[in-house]
């Protein structure tokens, strides 16, 4: 197969979707590999280092979609880009239809095949392109609320481990899925006091099995929240209702008893988030303070690490990517159920109910 590589034209990306090491895999695997010029270097990847790996550098999207029998993005195609699918090219990539009207009518009409990385399933309804970015994003919510914990950052001024003689900082983590326990490891490793909070009592248990000594898990209930956000310095927001919005568990009243300069990360935030008071946040400006509480919620938070963003979903595409070239996605369709469900869109059919429904169309 022809494969692209395409360079990713949506605003404060960095990310790029394969690494040279991914390429040179590709090419073992008998494939030509594009890479649009430029590609790699938000992630710290030149194009010299693409060629080395077997690649041939190509100067323009359009040349790419042209060219490939399957084109490579991280995010969803952007409207310049949307004339140039081409009938049958498989295009696989972060999509997010059922948010997205105009993508997905265009999609359509391109007659593509849409292999969209969020819904491809795993062993146990896992999602396993998802999940690499919730382990950075939970990683960095916890090194986020040490930094905003500083005073010159508006914090309150205090050290997550504190020190010998010094109580450490009180960590609420709310939500046990993969944000919120790498949150609450990172949170333990820098020496905090963490309450990691789940509504699932299974998942409670299997985390006093494996999580550190100075994490509690705990029930999650109205009550607990309640309490515990008194005592933190820090609360991170990491829970998921499957197909709904984020819940709002620490309201406004509650802000008011919160210690002044205590930091809310709000993780949940690209699900609307589960703080009353979060509003979606950038990079360039990611944080302001409500009822002189310092809220983060950026809803993009791995794109600040993009050689660590890059190379962790890389390693979760890959071996779909090598499939889907090396045999078709009809072929790989028949027999993985997982990727199959990744199917959103073929040939100007929907096939993914979610997408259908979200707009009302033909499934
Ligand atoms: P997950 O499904 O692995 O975990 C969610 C957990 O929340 C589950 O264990 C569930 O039992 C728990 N939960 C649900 N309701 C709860 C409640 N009322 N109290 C306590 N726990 C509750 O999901 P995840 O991968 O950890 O993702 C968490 C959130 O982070 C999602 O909204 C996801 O979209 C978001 N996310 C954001 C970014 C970003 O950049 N901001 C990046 C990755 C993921």
Redesign the pocket.
Known sequence: MIVGILKEIKVEENRVSMTPAGVEVMVGHGHTMLVEAGAGAGSGFADEAYQKAGAEIVATPAEIYRRSDMVIHVKEPQPSEYDLIREGQIVFTYFHFAAAEGLTRAFIKSRGVAVAYETITGPGNS?PL??P??E???RMAAQQAAKYAERAQGGRGILLGGVPGVAPATVVV????????HAAQMACGMGAKVYL????LE?LRHLSEVMPKNCFPVM?SPAT?RELVKEADVVIG?????GAK??K?VTRDMLKTMKPGAVLV??????GG?FETSRPTTHREPTYLEQGVLHYC??????AVPLTSTAALTNATLPYAVALADRGWRDVARSNAGVREGINIALGQVTYRGVAEAFGLEY
């Open positions: 999602l998802l999940t970015m919730s950075v994003a939970g709310i939500g046990g899925g993969v944000v919120g326990t909070l789940d509504m699932s998942r999650s929240i990491a829970v998921l209702v499957h984020a819940p568990l709000d993780v949940a935030i690209d699900q589960c950026v809803a993009n938070m791995p794109g």
